[in-house]
């Protein structure tokens, strides 16, 4: 049910609703999600970039301003990186991990693992989020799997290649 409601907030468009609906929440859905940020603040990113450290480096930046607007890092790059052997699976998942979110089929949704096993990532056009591992939308897919970090300079080799392959 809280999932459900998640990607109907996610998906309304209305950021400046985001804190209030999830807050609202709780009476039905009991839950632990923490919202950072506000509407307001520059939040022109999105979970690939944030996770990847990407949303401020201004070398990634500048390069994904020069490639035409198809190519971006999407959840299709995170599965580049998987297909590609740059993410080293992660058995015993630590602070600063990725966790990466799938249907089966897909990769849908990624994030950093940080204190206590909680997560902390970018949901669609909204705001940051602090979460249980499972506390996401619905839509982001029921399985997870956890890899190591990559070093910034890796991830923007990664993402030349990826947008030469497309």
Same mark, same amino acid.
């Given at each position: 049910?809280?999932r !459900?409601? %998640?990607d ?9 609703? =985001?804190? $209030?609906?999830?807050?609202s929440l709780r009476?039905? /859905?009991? @839950?632990? *999600?923490?919202v #950072? ?18 949303a401020q ?10 490639l035409?607007?198809?190519? =971006?890092?999407?959840? /299709? ?6 297909? $590609? ?6 058995i015993?998942?630590? &602070?600063?991990?990725l *966790? /990466?979110? =799938?249907?089966?089929t897909? #990769?849908? @949704? *990624?994030?950093? &693992? ?5 997560v902390? !990532?970018k949901?669609?056009v909204?705001?940051?989020? $602090? ?5 996401t ?5 029921? /399985? ?11 991830? %923007?080799?990664?993402?030349? $290649? ?5």
């Amino acid at each position: 049910m809280l999932r !459900s409601y %998640l990607d109907d907030i996610t998906n309304n468009g209305n950021v400046s609703s =985001h804190r $209030e609906l999830i807050e609202s929440l709780r009476g039905i /859905a009991p @839950h632990t *999600i923490e919202v #950072f940020g506000r509407s307001g603040d520059n939040l022109l990113y999105n979970c690939v970039m944030y996770a990847l450290g990407l949303a401020q480096d201004p070398v990634f930046l500048y390069m994904l301003h020069e490639l035409p607007s198809r190519i =971006h890092p999407s959840t /299709a790059f995170i599965q580049f990186l998987v297909d $590609e052997g740059y993410f080293v699976k992660s058995i015993s998942p630590d &602070v600063g991990d990725l *966790i /990466a979110y =799938h249907d089966n089929t897909r #990769f849908r @949704h *990624i994030g950093i &693992v940080v204190d206590d096993g909680r997560v902390r !990532s970018k949901w669609g056009v909204g705001l940051l989020y $602090e979460h249980a591992p499972l506390e996401t939308p619905y839509s982001y897919g029921n /399985a997870v799997c956890f890899f190591r970090p990559l070093q910034r300079g890796v991830v %923007l080799d990664a993402f030349f $290649e990826f947008a030469k392959s497309q």
